[in-house]
């Protein structure tokens, strides 16, 4: 609004804080090869006409990064919390601090929602011990699911315990 330009500062106002929208670069022109092969989008989500070989690839290098038999991928935003956690279990652990959409879909999900001190892996560990110790309240059954949720690009990691009643 002032007509000045700032030099040497961080955008923290966008979802450009990887420097990802630079119009030069190794990101840009990464994005220009990119777009001349897959278009500038699938338009849809992948489940009804979206899924692209790059989606599948992405899946399988994050499964073997991390030694696993498969991962799922998804798109950021509101829905993909909100809607993906309730699809993938039941009951939950929040860290404090998560975005709203991650309570949401906790929430709808009908999970057992705990919450643990932000950033905290101590905390974190004790309720997950106490969760596998003790088990459902009042039965004291194993949980049939803990799935961690993890929001990993931002400065500060944010995980999510959610666990499932059998």
């Given at each position: 609004?002032?007509?000045?330009?700032?030099?040497?500062?961080?955008?923290?106002?966008s979802?450009?804080?990887?420097?990802f929208?630079?119009?030069?670069?190794?990101?840009?022109?990464?994005?220009?090869?990119?777009?001349?092969?897959?278009?500038?989008?699938?338009?849809?989500?992948?489940?009804?006409?979206?899924?692209?070989?790059?989606?599948?690839?992405?899946?399988?290098?994050?499964?073997?990064?991390?030694?696993?038999?498969?991962?799922?991928?998804?798109g950021?935003?509101?829905?993909?919390?909100?809607?993906?956690?309730?699809?993938?279990?039941?009951?939950?652990?929040?860290?404090?601090?998560?975005?709203?959409s991650?309570v949401?879909?906790?929430?709808?999900?009908?999970?057992?929602?705990?919450?643990?001190?932000?950033?905290?892996?101590?905390?974190?560990?004790?309720?997950?011990?106490d969760?596998?110790?003790?088990?459902?309240?009042?039965?004291?059954?194993p949980?049939?699911?803990?799935?961690?949720?993890?929001?990993?690009?931002?400065?500060?990691?944010?995980?999510?315990?959610?666990?499932?009643?059998?």
């Amino acid at each position: 609004h002032t007509g000045k330009v700032v030099k040497d500062v961080i955008n923290m106002g966008s979802y450009n804080y990887l420097g990802f929208a630079e119009s030069t670069g190794t990101c840009a022109d990464a994005a220009i090869e990119a777009t001349q092969i897959y278009g500038v989008g699938v338009g849809s989500t992948r489940c009804e006409m979206g899924n692209l070989d790059i989606h599948e690839e992405l899946e399988e290098l994050v499964a073997r990064f991390l030694g696993v038999e498969a991962s799922m991928a998804f798109g950021m935003g509101f829905a993909t919390n909100s809607m993906n956690i309730p699809a993938l279990t039941g009951k939950v652990k929040n860290d404090e601090l998560n975005h709203a959409s991650l309570v949401l879909g906790a929430r709808l999900s009908g999970s057992t929602i705990r919450v643990f001190k932000h950033n905290n892996m101590q905390s974190l560990e004790k309720l997950l011990r106490d969760a596998i110790v003790h088990g459902q309240p009042r039965t004291h059954r194993p949980w049939k699911k803990i799935l961690i949720v993890v929001e990993g690009i931002y400065r500060y990691v944010t995980i999510s315990v959610l666990l499932t009643h059998t």
